[in-house]
């Protein structure tokens, strides 16, 4: 089964911020800006209550994002449809492009959905992975049946890392 792709190109665009507020520190590399914040960097968009931006020594940025909820947006690469995902934190790396969502996560391709307290999302393999550090140990998932997925759309590719019910656990 083939593995769509985040929009590569992403990646060589210019980041764009906007906020009510910005507070720039030159010589530790971080930018805090809080406000109705946006964040844009070619189709990924990045909307919080507040993003603090470092940048290390080859030029890559480190941006946390938190907000009630934060949320996530990017088109896939050669595929019509978008993954958006939401968190009260995320965090997102501009070198590996690995975007990390914490507390009440939740990420959308198409019409499937995974849920969990963190999840990380590789956008260049387009792959999840969902935790829950819940006391109840439960991720959710809503895969839908292949015809009923838009026209172009290609699969969800999730991989727990916790299972559905501890052992200990009883229902």
């Not at 209550?49 to 890559?60: H, L, N, S």
């Not at 994002?65 to 790396?93: C, H, L, M, W």
């Amino acid at each position: 089964m083939p593995i769509s792709q985040a929009e590569l190109a992403d990646r060589d665009k210019p980041m764009h911020l906007e906020a009510n507020q910005l507070s720039i520190d030159d010589a530790k590399q971080i930018s805090v800006f809080e406000g109705k914040v946006q964040l844009t960097q070619g189709t990924m968009i990045i909307k919080a209550d507040k993003i603090v931006v470092i940048q290390d020594k080859e030029g890559f940025k480190h941006g946390t994002a938190t907000g009630q909820p934060a949320s996530f947006r990017q088109k896939r690469d050669n595929i019509n449809g978008y993954v958006e995902g939401y968190g009260k934190r995320i965090e997102y790396d501009s070198k590996t492009a690995i975007i990390n969502f914490f507390g009440q996560a939740r990420v959308k391709q198409d019409q499937d959905e995974v849920r969990g307290e963190h999840i990380t999302y590789n956008a260049k393999a387009e792959r999840f992975q969902v935790n829950s550090t819940s006391n109840k140990g439960r991720v959710r998932a809503i895969i839908q049946p292949k015809n009923k997925r838009s026209s172009v759309g290609e699969s969800l590719s999730i991989k727990p890392t916790t299972t559905l019910t501890k052992p200990n656990e009883h229902q």
